[in-house]
């Protein structure tokens, strides 16, 4: 079993940075794949960012070269710098975990592919 618990979302102005955090329970990173993924109100939950263990990195479109992900396997803990912040990044930002395997591998930003989920963090960018 996995537990996760997000910290660090805020209320900042557009153009600004927030660093999350992802406190994971257990070895979690060496075996899973972790995401970060967004939830604005009315719309889909979707994959923002995803790191392997061996620190291969995903992103969707929206937020390349914006946005970093990263892992500290010591601490077991995900993160996610975003920087140059646009009022469409406002969302509850959840971290996630995923086993390992071809479909994950395959499809590292699919909701469907991650069976542990943290509670969430909101994130409110203001123009």
């Known amino acids: 079993q996995v537990q996760l618990m997000e910290s660090g979302g805020d209320s900042v102005q557009s153009g600004g940075s927030l660093r999350l955090s992802c406190a994971a329970s257990?070895?979690?990173?060496?075996?899973?794949?972790m995401g970060w993924f967004r939830q604005a109100p009315g719309k889909e939950r979707e994959g923002v960012a995803a790191i392997r263990g061996d620190e291969t990195t995903y992103y969707t479109d929206a937020v390349k070269g914006r946005f970093t992900i990263s892992q500290d396997k010591a601490k077991n803990t995900l993160y996610l710098q975003m920087n140059s912040l646009k009022p469409e990044d406002t969302a509850m930002y959840y971290c996630?975990?995923?086993?390992?395997?071809?479909?994950?591998?395959?499809?590292?930003?699919?909701?469907?592919?991650?069976?542990?989920w943290g509670q969430g963090t909101q994130v409110t960018v203001s123009s």
């Open positions: 257990g070895s979690t990173f060496h075996r899973y794949f």
């Open positions: 996630a975990a995923a086993p390992g395997g071809l479909g994950v591998a395959s499809y590292p930003l699919a909701r469907s592919m991650y069976d542990y």
